[in-house]
């Protein structure tokens, strides 16, 4: 998310305007014991927080939500919301499987979602992604709809913690954040410090692959990348940007990376596979490859390293230090 969120009440904000910002603790502090929420909550009732396009809240918990993408609807259940989940966009279901009522109304596509099944829900908070284009486009038809329309950005774990932390207080379990937030932060500072034990640098490729394209990733703008480079590993296309724009397999080998990390993009991983040994696997070059040579060349599970993990953040960190790390 583009700004920080948060959470905290509206007296708790105003008395902040008046005295200037907290400062935010570093990215890779502990997220410290958040299983309570702050004294003045019942004073007020109201959470007040501030969203991705900067747009301020101060509102009470909602008894219905509609949360226009997956990912988020993921974390709304984490944070114990599922009961108050009004609708959700069809990846809830078909990606992150997860097990909704019945009574949970299906909005659609998270890339073409349908607004009158949205506004029929008759939620009181929408949640929705500032990185979503069709998302975006409705934000006129909720504020003329007079509803509280959230708009959020999760590119990295620390985003992920901070909208789990204001999903367990719009919730009211706030008890939510140890389990997915505390103790996955814990697995990922665990995997940091395997990092920083070792002195080598390694190179990595990493590619996302789906049944029509194949495409070398940077360490931004996607889940696996910006893992790799916490990790301290270097990208050889943060290095040659022109491998963004097409796959070279002669710039590869030149750069004959120490790692390659595959990962499916899409629900059709067959036809992933086959275009990927097509294109790649076949290829005698490629099979001259260091890391293919020597075993180090990876096909990692789409749920943890192309969707956006959520509470298996932990688990997906620890996976690559494994490979990376292992004695």
Request: glycine share 6%; hydrophobic share 40%.
């Amino acid at each position: 998310m583009k700004r920080r969120i948060f959470t905290t009440l509206l007296l708790l904000a105003l008395l902040l305007t008046s005295c200037g910002p907290t400062a935010e603790p570093p990215a890779r502090s502990a997220p410290g014991d958040r299983s309570q929420p702050a004294d003045a909550s019942s004073e007020t009732g109201k959470i007040a927080f501030t969203d991705a396009l900067g747009q301020e809240f101060a509102i009470d918990p909602p008894e219905r939500a509609v949360v226009m993408i997956g990912s988020f609807a993921d974390v709304w259940v984490l944070a114990g919301g599922e009961d108050v989940l009004a609708a959700t966009a069809n990846d809830a279901w078909e990606s992150y499987g997860l097990d909704l009522g019945e009574d949970v109304v299906n909005i659609g596509s998270p890339m073409k979602p349908n607004v009158e099944l949205v506004l029929g829900a008759e939620p009181d908070l929408i949640i929705a992604s500032s990185l979503s284009p069709s998302n975006l486009e409705l934000k006129e038809t909720f504020d003329r709809a007079g509803i509280p329309a959230a708009y959020f950005d999760v590119s990295s774990f620390q985003d992920y913690l901070d909208l789990l932390e204001l999903f367990t207080q719009l919730t009211g379990h706030p008890e939510n954040y140890v389990t997915y937030g505390t103790r996955v932060w814990e697995q990922v500072d665990g995997a940091r410090q395997r990092a920083m034990l070792h002195s080598r640098v390694p190179t990595v490729l990493t590619i996302q692959v789906s049944g029509s394209s194949i495409k070398v990733k940077n360490s931004e703008d996607n889940v696996l990348g910006p893992m790799l480079k916490d990790l301290g590993c270097v990208n050889i296309a943060d290095q040659d940007g022109s491998l963004l724009e097409d796959l070279s397999l002669e710039a590869i080998l030149q750069a004959d990376p120490t790692y390659i990390f595959a990962v499916y993009h899409g629900t059709d991983e067959a036809a992933a596979q086959a275009n990927l040994e097509a294109t790649l696997l076949s290829d005698p070059a490629w099979a001259s490859l260091s890391a293919v040579q020597g075993d180090r060349s990876y096909i990692l599970e789409r749920r943890m390293y192309s969707l956006k993990p959520n509470a298996l953040w932990g688990d997906a960190y620890e996976k690559l230090a494994d490979i990376l790390f292992e004695e």
